[in-house]
């Protein structure tokens, strides 16, 4: 719905007055398809009209003005997707069902993009060089965890449509992967079905990415002070201004490929996000076009959390804390 449209229903939602009457909404939190979307799977008319903040805008301008500002550009699978909408898509099951399983030596003899659904950490320590590393994470792509982050929708951000993909996936995952890429339109070419130790024995070119655990200050207070490398917060524009690493630059993930073209090879890059996710998709995207590159895990809510000092703010963010705390919990910020 365009933000008129949208508002014409607050309208109407007026009307009613139910706690009973449920909510089940068609995007969940991390979509770039509403505004500050919650992460609850449903809600209703009469709790939304009492907590949502855009419901208690009475102004047309003032409503529209709030669900638009900040907005992230749309990704660009979205106008692939409504061409979909219109005609049709192929039964997911057969769409899956017909993706061959090939070793990387077969992939590679054919142009197209590897990209690794594994962890972080694995990745970092043997990949395909070129590869493009987007987690899969494990919650299904329902409720999302922080360091999970949005596999489909990186993957159609930063993959055009129609180019071909070679799937790489933990054994036993590969379906879980291919369902979620069929959900936007998208479809793998192939998974590689072979392991990091058959690719090194049949003599492809395995690679590793450095990754750094910010669990205690003297690493940071070393990392801010040496000018010698650059530190990228890959996070977007509004997260960046509302609180960075000093002397960090905001090369949001969404435009980091432009970035990349005149970037300096020279120089060492340090890169985080909020939580790990999306700075591990941006050091697969270093890596792959020959950049020295440190992951920076846990991101900036555990650098907040460690070295509040070393921020723009000097304090720590409380949503950054709570996630911070959660990332410690799942065992996702320390070696």
Same mark, same amino acid.
């Given at each position: 719905l365009i933000p008129s449209s949208d508002y014409h229903l607050k309208s109407r939602l007026s009307n009613f007055f139910d706690f009973f009457l449920q909510v089940f909404p068609g995007h969940g939190?991390?979509?770039?398809?509403?505004?500050?979307?919650s992460d609850d799977l449903w809600s209703t008319i009469g709790q939304e009209r009492s907590t949502?903040?855009?419901?208690?805008?009475?102004?047309?301008?003032?409503f529209i003005s709030?669900?638009?500002?900040?907005?992230p550009t749309a990704p660009q699978y979205f106008r692939h997707c409504v061409n979909l909408n219109v005609v049709g898509a192929a039964s997911l099951r057969d769409e899956v069902s017909t993706v061959k399983r090939c070793s990387a030596k077969e992939c590679l003899e054919t142009s197209g993009i590897v990209l690794d659904t594994r962890d972080a950490v694995d990745f970092a320590k043997s990949h395909l060089r070129g590869s493009l590393n987007i987690p899969k994470g494990g919650a299904g792509g329902t409720v999302i965890a922080a360091h999970e982050g949005n596999f489909a929708i990186w993957v159609g951000t930063l993959i055009p449509h129609g180019r071909k993909i070679f799937l790489v996936a933990y054994p036993g995952e590969e379906d879980v992967a291919l369902v979620r890429l069929g959900r936007i339109g998208y479809k793998a070419s192939a998974v590689i079905c072979d392991s990091p130790a058959e690719w090194t024995s049949d003599g492809l070119d395995v690679v590793t990415h450095s990754q750094l655990f910010p669990n205690t200050p003297c690493l940071i207070n070393d990392l801010?002070?040496?000018?010698? /490398?650059?530190?990228?917060?890959?996070?977007?524009?509004?997260?960046?201004?509302?609180? /960075?690493?000093?002397?960090a630059v905001?090369?949001?993930?969404?435009s980091l490929s432009e970035k990349l073209t005149t970037a300096d090879r020279s120089r060492k890059y340090f890169c985080y996000c909020a939580s790990g996710f999306r700075s591990s998709i941006a050091a697969s995207s270093f890596s792959a076009r020959g950049f020295d590159i440190v992951d920076?895990?846990?991101?900036?809510a555990t650098l907040n959390v460690t070295c509040p000092a070393k921020t723009v703010?000097?304090?720590?963010?409380?949503?950054?804390?709570?996630?911070a705390d959660q990332l410690v919990k799942d065992g996702h910020c320390c070696a």
């Open positions: 939190a991390g979509s770039p398809c509403g505004k500050g979307l949502n903040p855009s419901l208690q805008i009475k102004d047309k301008r003032e709030y669900l638009t500002c900040g907005q801010t002070k040496d000018d010698s /490398h650059v530190i990228i917060d890959v996070r977007t524009p509004g997260e960046y201004q509302s609180n /960075h690493l000093n002397s905001n090369w949001p993930l969404d920076l895990v846990g991101g900036f703010t000097g304090k720590v963010c409380p949503n950054m804390k709570k996630t």
